[in-house]
């Protein structure tokens, strides 16, 4: 984008929704040169200018293939841009949308902005209702749409790789017909770099419950995984200590480090598994039972599923005491004590 550009678009925004009194007369000769050039511009074909909207952001709805997940934003992951709505007293920069026909609830669908949707919003519902919603209005086809949502959010930390992997993984088929080398030549990048996300969309769910959240998961995490899930028996062992990881994790357990709350733990856990490593375990338990007749004793001592059984007695008890001791163990060994 030119300098000169940036300075339309900056006065644009500027007369928005200003009541702000004329200008001074010594700024009038500078604004009308701005203008007269600004027209010059657009004539040439120099400036695509665009009609900007202030508007009620509950007219507004996300895309239905908006590559952000709009349930997992929050005051909080959004707080840098409450914050700087706030101090700007508006919002800065406009959302991309697309009209909506024939829909009674909305007027615009948005393709890129839905962070900024959520922060209005957010103020609107918390003693800030005179912010409104700030759009750029297009038309344009779903894979359009699709790739200019994919290059204004790309290098976005906010936005995760599982999230952009599964966005990836709709696309492919929607827009491309199955076409990896298709859509990599239209998004301008490497087969080998969208291979690698449409590769991560294909988690086995059960991987995908093994990390603390989704968001979680990053393409270099499946890049780890890939070479084990090829192989039937390795990929047999990581499913099953994936469901262990989720389920320690579901009912709050707090031993063994808690892997199952760390992403990067989480990978090392299924490396293991994939590798043949025996998980770890939790120690055998001891158990133990005493037995009595007429002063005489002796004890059964026992690990937690271990095949051997050790009995201690008295070097001088009876034989008749050890028979009456034996037959009530057998008694309760058949029992499974």
């Given at each position: 984008?030119?300098?000169?550009?940036?300075?339309?678009?900056?006065?644009?925004?500027?007369?928005?929704?200003?009541?702000?009194?004329?200008?001074?007369?010594?700024?009038?000769?500078?604004?009308?040169?701005?203008?007269?050039?600004?027209?010059?511009?657009?004539?040439?074909?120099?400036?695509d200018e665009k009609t900007?909207?202030?508007?009620?952001?509950?007219?507004?709805?996300?895309?239905?293939r908006h590559n952000r997940?709009?349930?997992?934003?929050?005051?909080?992951?959004?707080?840098?841009?409450?914050?700087?709505?706030?101090?700007?007293?508006?919002?800065?920069?406009?959302?991309?949308?697309?009209?909506?026909?024939?829909?009674?609830?909305?007027?615009?669908?948005?393709?890129?902005?839905?962070?900024?949707?959520?922060?209005?919003?957010?103020?609107?519902?918390?003693?800030?209702?005179?912010?409104?919603?700030?759009?750029?209005?297009?038309?344009?086809?779903?894979?359009?749409?699709?790739?200019?949502?994919?290059?204004?959010?790309?290098?976005?930390?906010?936005?995760?790789?599982?999230?952009?992997?599964?966005?990836?993984?709709?696309?492919?088929?929607?827009?491309?017909?199955?076409?990896?080398?298709?859509?990599?030549?239209?998004?301008?990048?490497?087969?080998?770099?969208?291979?690698?996300?449409?590769?991560?969309?294909?988690?086995?769910?059960?991987?995908?419950?093994?990390?603390?959240?989704?968001?979680?998961?990053?393409?270099?995490?499946?890049?780890?995984?890939?070479?084990?899930?090829?192989?039937?028996?390795?990929?047999?062992?990581?499913?099953?200590?994936?469901?262990?990881?989720?389920?320690?994790?579901?009912?709050?357990?707090?031993?063994?480090?808690?892997?199952?709350?760390?992403?990067?733990?989480?990978?090392?856990?299924?490396?293991?598994?994939?590798?043949?490593?025996?998980?770890?375990?939790?120690?055998?338990?001891?158990?133990?039972?005493?037995?009595?007749?007429?002063?005489?004793?002796?004890?059964?001592?026992?690990?937690?599923?271990?095949?051997?059984?050790?009995?201690?007695f008295d070097r001088d008890?009876?034989?008749?005491?050890?028979?009456?001791?034996?037959?009530?163990?057998?008694?309760?060994?058949?029992?499974?004590?």
């Open positions: 984008m030119t300098k000169k550009h940036d300075a339309i678009f900056d006065a644009v925004l500027s007369g928005i929704g200003t009541t702000e009194p004329s200008a001074k007369k010594d700024r009038g000769a500078g604004r009308f040169l701005k203008r007269g050039n600004a027209i010059g511009d657009k004539l040439n074909g120099e400036v900007l909207h202030w508007v009620d952001p509950a007219r507004c709805k996300m895309w239905e997940d709009y349930e997992l934003l929050t005051p909080e992951n959004c707080a840098d841009l409450i914050e700087g709505i706030q101090q700007q007293n508006r919002q800065e920069f406009p959302a991309v949308v697309r009209r909506l026909q024939g829909e009674k609830d909305f007027d615009y669908e948005v393709i890129c902005g839905a962070r900024r949707h959520f922060a209005i919003t957010w103020l609107r519902a918390n003693n800030y209702p005179q912010f409104k919603y700030l759009i750029e209005v297009r038309d344009m086809s779903d894979e359009e749409a699709f790739r200019l949502a994919d290059i204004e959010n790309r290098d976005r930390a906010d936005i995760s790789d599982y999230e952009r992997a599964k966005d990836y993984a709709a696309a492919v088929k929607l827009y491309y017909g199955g076409k990896q080398k298709t859509m990599a030549q239209r998004l301008q990048v490497s087969e080998a770099w969208l291979s690698r996300y449409l590769f991560l969309a294909k988690l086995p769910d059960e991987i995908v419950a093994a990390f603390p959240s989704s968001n979680d998961i990053k393409e270099l995490h499946a890049r780890a995984l890939k070479p084990f899930l090829a192989q039937p028996k390795a990929r047999e062992e990581m499913l099953s200590r994936a469901d262990w990881l989720a389920s320690m994790r579901a009912a709050g357990a707090t031993s063994y480090g808690m892997p199952w709350n760390d992403a990067v733990k989480v990978v090392a856990e299924l490396k293991k598994a994939g590798q043949g490593h025996a998980p770890k375990k939790a120690p055998a338990k001891e158990r133990k039972h005493r037995y009595t007749a007429q002063g005489t004793s002796f004890s059964m001592e026992r690990l937690d599923k271990a095949r051997e059984i050790t009995l201690k008890a009876s034989v008749e005491d050890l028979r009456r001791l034996m037959e009530k163990f057998f008694l309760d060994h058949k029992e499974g004590l």
